[in-house]
T-cell receptor, first 118, second 113 residues
Framework: DARVTQTPRHKVTEMGQEVTMRCQPI?????VFWYRQTMMQGLELLAY????????DSGMPKDRFSAEMPDATLATLKIQPSEPRDSAVYFC????????????????FGPGTRLTVL | DQQVKQNSPSLSVQEGRISILNCDYT??????FLWYKKYPAEGPTFLIS?????DKNEDGRFTVFLNKSAKHLSLHIVPSQPGDSAVYFC????????????FGKGTKLSVKP
């Protein structure tokens, strides 16, 4: 049963510290997405990659957030420096990114990283 | 300005009855709509989708209806079961692509035995 994995599952840190969240997409998926879930905004898309190339990161605060895919099995989201307003659940999702409107082309979400910045 | 709106933050339904979750959108370019279900401490999971060329899609107890003229879609669950208790997210995308799903804020469904 293939799944998206995310580490860590929980992170508590102090304001100003660097935070790195990691995601392993499902093998064979060529698109990776980072989302943030907050009570106020719901699920927001931060960035996404296709074939490891960043396609859209317009949802991400550029001054402190960065997203990369060092290889096809690892995606990272980094916050430096972190702030209390960054406290949220961060989800990674992967998909095949095709144009066919089929069930297999939906996004598969990981369990999320719950970040608390004090 | 939210492009996908779920105006009911919560819904409570008796087991065996119908649950109707609603979603409105503003962008007429959206042509593919999905519903995701989320349990606590888990990521959202895909539930059902509909293309804009259809007005109804059914999968077991779940049916999604699309009214393009009203820019409205709804998810019907019949009969509702306690295991359906979760947060339901409506999502939409334009151009048939999976690249950029816009999500609503979610509706928390509670199905009481």
């Amino acid at each position: 049963d293939a799944r998206v994995t995310q580490t860590p599952r929980h992170k508590v840190t102090e304001m100003g510290q660097e935070v790195t969240m990691r995601c392993q997409p499902i093998l064979g998926h060529n698109t990776v997405f980072w989302y943030r879930q907050t009570m106020m905004q719901g699920l927001e898309l931060l960035a996404y990659f296709r074939n490891r190339a960043p396609l859209d990161d317009s949802g991400m605060p550029k001054d402190r957030f960065s997203a990369e895919m060092p290889d096809a099995t690892l995606a990272t989201l980094k916050i430096q420096p972190s702030e209390p307003r960054d406290s949220a659940v961060y989800f990674c999702a992967s998909g095949r990114g095709g144009l066919a409107v089929t069930r297999t082309d939906t996004q598969y979400f990981g369990p999320g990283t719950r970040l608390t910045v004090l | 300005d939210q492009q996908v709106k779920q105006n009911s933050p919560s819904l409570s339904v008796q087991e065996g009855r119908i649950s109707i979750l609603n979603c409105d959108y503003t962008n007429s370019m959206f042509d593919y709509f999905l519903w995701y279900k989320k349990y606590p401490a888990e990521g959202p999971t895909f539930l059902i989708s509909i293309s804009s060329i259809k007005d109804k899609n059914e999968d077991g107890r779940f049916t999604v209806f699309l009214n393009k003229s009203a820019k409205h879609l709804s998810l019907h669950i019949v009969p509702s079961q306690p295991g359906d208790s979760a947060v339901y997210f409506c999502a939409a995308s334009a151009g048939g692509s999976q690249g950029n799903l816009i999500f609503g804020k979610g509706t928390k469904l509670s199905v009481k035995p």
